[in-house]
């Protein structure tokens, strides 16, 4: 099923490996991804949370397995992509969606510790490669699939403010447009969503304020904050064959969040968060 409950099998047969999958985007996606057929490798940092998205696939009917990956560690990365191979014999499709935000410690370039600029850059951007480099291999011998990474409307649109987050999400969108030429005669695509707004655990020093949550709803072209359910939609598009032209795309999947309201979303973040921070 997609996430509206519609039956399909788009990706009947096929084996997808999601990062960062115990809440979120990443267990909407795991979710939607097996609803429409796949088998799915579960992982994440923190195992009860992926353990809870294993047991919602399990209860819906669909397959599914958990390993703990910390994406962050190059080696654990290599375990994961072993371990669904162990388990499934192949992979289709690679979701590298795990992710940080760290509001009130990313910041303004001179203000952000070398720490927190290590963490996000190795979660962010280095998590992202290390699943590329040990995936695409068993993806080629499988004779092709779909790399969908996680960057953000962010990697298109900096608001300022968050250096750390969007520098990792701008390179992301990069290193998905660098591959991509490469993958191609493996008969892999890569692209990646740039979400605009999602309720999650990630963003909700904004959406759990009222005043601010509904100034950022009014910033998007279609109002509202964005489920991680409609994004999960996008990625089950990517990961079929329904889109077969795309590659090397950045999707902002944001509700029209880029085009329609940047500029205004830009002052109203710098003067809201100032107010939150402050207060």
Known sequence: MTTDGTENEWLAGHTAVVTGAGSGIGRA?????????????????????????????????????????????????????????????????????????????????PTISVE?????????????????????????????????????????????GMDAYAATKSAVVGLVRSMAPTCGPLGIRVNAICPGYVETALTRMLHGDAEVAAAFAAQHAVPGWQTPEEIADT??????????????????????WVNFKAPDAMRAFHHLMGEVLDG
């Open 116 to 160: 927190t600029w290590q963490k996000v850059v190795s979660v962010n951007l280095n998590g992202v490669f290390y699943c590329c480099h040990h995936a695409i291999g068993p993806m080629a011998k499988r004779g092709g699939g779909s790399i969908i990474a996680t960057a953000s409307s962010m990697g298109v649109v900096p608001l300022g």
């Open 235 to 256: 990625v089950v598009f990517l990961a079929s064959d329904a889109s077969r032209a795309f590659t090397g795309a950045a999707l902002t999947c944001d509700r029209g």
């Open 29 to 109: 996606s795991a979710v939607a991804l097996a609803r429409a057929g796949a088998s799915v490798m579960v992982s994440d940092v923190n195992d009860d949370a992926g353990a809870a998205t294993r047991a919602l696939i399990d209860e819906a009917g669909g397959e599914a397995a958990y390993t703990h990956c910390d994406v962050s560690d190059a080696e654990q990365c290599g375990d994961l992509i072993e371990a669904t191979l162990d388990r499934f014999d192949g992979i289709d499709v690679l979701h590298a969606n795990a992710g940080v935000s760290l509001p009130g410690e990313d910041g303004f370039a």
